[in-house]
């Protein structure tokens, strides 16, 4: 048996030279873990994503709305499935993936957490929630991991349509009436602090990142990413004429970047650990589907049982 | 609840006429034809392909990494399988 120092050596050693790491190669247990663990959230950020937009779709202001807000879910759906597929490749089930979701042992992204109570809602979604996934996503297509980066060039390839279909929606209402602008304004306020959620705790209470760091499946820090959003949107909410809820946020010419307030991690931690608006009704709307859906799944491979045994049969009268 | 799963199939995608199939993800299907179906869902929305193949995963038989070297080790050092390996005379101007 090979030595198991070795292996991480030469693990890590192919890491270092920017070669990617593919299913059947040797791995440590560990990176294995992190990454079912990580991909399996992603996937389920995905699945779950659906649901906020879904709410607006019957709604949709126009036809053209419609088809694009439909496009985009069913987009999610796809990235879901991109993503449960490069996670089994590590040898875990799909089964076992969803039933993780379902009894609360997997988690999600805690921004789905938070009700679309206006068709706002559906552009700042694409525009700030979109957008602070891309700027995580982005370095994920270089992950060292060989299947889930080639997922994630997928993803993001898809993934600029959606911001932008948001930020059109944002810009038609940052031209309509004095309601229309005021609906703009409150979903930013509502969303812009969650959204910088997103990129996880600060550095320092991130105990994963050096390791993930260290086997290449993350690039960049948590703040170095929110800091990235930070200064991107100030610009496109300029020409939004929103203003960003944060009387913290100004230009930093030493720091060449923007200085923002502390963010509310016991409000993030609270969602985490699921005790925001949607928590409950988000997995109770996922089981629910589930379950719903079993008869349909059984249906489907007995039908394909019969099938199968009918060529069979067919096959052996010709023989 | 059920117990027993969709079986796992690759789908390979055919981008253009003239180009080979190539592995675009795998996802799960009760049979071959549910198979292209939704592999024409997931993996071809915007026109990425024209033809389909699925093969279920339990059919694909692979290579071990662990045995790599004494697969491909060979080919190294046969440079005379090469063009660049054998000398033309300059005046020679495509061969």
């Not at chain 2, 059920?2 to 079986?7: A, G, L, R, S, V």
Request: aromatic share 10%; glycine share 6%; with cysteine.
């Amino acid at each position: 048996m090979a030595d198991i120092t070795a292996l991480e050596a030469h693990f890590q050693n192919t890491i270092d030279q920017e070669i990617k790491i593919e299913p059947k190669d040797w791995m440590p247990d560990a990176y294995r873990k992190t990454l079912i663990r990580q991909i399996s959230q992603h996937a389920h950020s995905e699945i779950v994503g659906m649901l906020p937009e879904g709410n607006w779709i019957t709604r949709a202001p126009s036809l053209r709305r419609k088809v694009a807000l439909l496009a985009k879910v069913q987009d999610e759906a796809g990235h879901g499935l991109y993503l449960y597929s490069a996670c089994e490749t590590l040898g875990v089930e799909r089964n076992e993936l969803v039933e993780q979701l379902h009894d609360g042992r997997a988690k999600y992204s805690s921004i789905f957490n938070y009700p679309t109570l206006t068709w706002a809602d559906i552009g700042v979604i694409g525009w700030l929630v979109d957008g602070a996934a891309i700027m995580n996503q982005v370095p994920l297509c270089r992950c060292s991991y060989g299947p889930y980066a080639r997922a994630m060039v997928r993803v993001c390839k898809e993934e600029s349509f959606h911001q932008r279909q948001g930020y059109e929606i944002l810009l038609t209402l940052s031209k309509g009436t004095e309601a229309q602008r005021r609906m703009l304004q409150d979903a930013v306020n509502r969303w812009w602090w969650p959204s910088l959620m997103m990129f996880g705790p600060n550095d320092a209470d991130s105990p994963h990142t050096a390791q993930s760091m260290k086997w290449k499946i993350k690039r960049f820090t948590n703040d170095e990413l929110r800091q990235k959003f930070v200064d991107v949107c100030v610009d496109q909410a300029k020409l939004l004429n929103v203003t960003l809820p944060d009387p913290d946020l100004k230009w930093n010419e030493e720091r060449g970047h923007y200085d923002f307030g502390e963010i509310n991690w016991d409000e993030f931690w609270q969602v985490v650990k699921g005790h925001g608006p949607c928590n409950k009704e988000r997995i109770d709307t996922r089981r629910r589907a589930h379950e719903e859906g079993a008869w349909v799944r059984e249906a489907a491979m007995a039908f394909a049982e019969k099938q199968a045994r009918r060529r069979a049969e067919e096959s052996s009268q010709v023989a | 609840m059920e117990k027993k799963n969709w079986p796992l199939w690759e789908v390979f995608i055919r981008s253009r006429q003239g180009l080979h199939h190539k592995h675009a993800g795998s996802l799960h299907a009760a049979d071959e034809q549910m198979a292209i179906e939704n592999a024409r869902d997931v993996y071809t929305r915007r026109n990425e392909g024209i033809s389909i193949w699925v093969v279920e995963s339990k059919h694909i038989h692979a290579s071990s990494p662990a045995e790599s070297e004494a697969l491909f080790d060979p080919a190294n050092d046969k440079v005379y399988r090469h063009p660049t390996f054998y000398d033309i005379p300059d005046e020679i101007k495509h061969m």
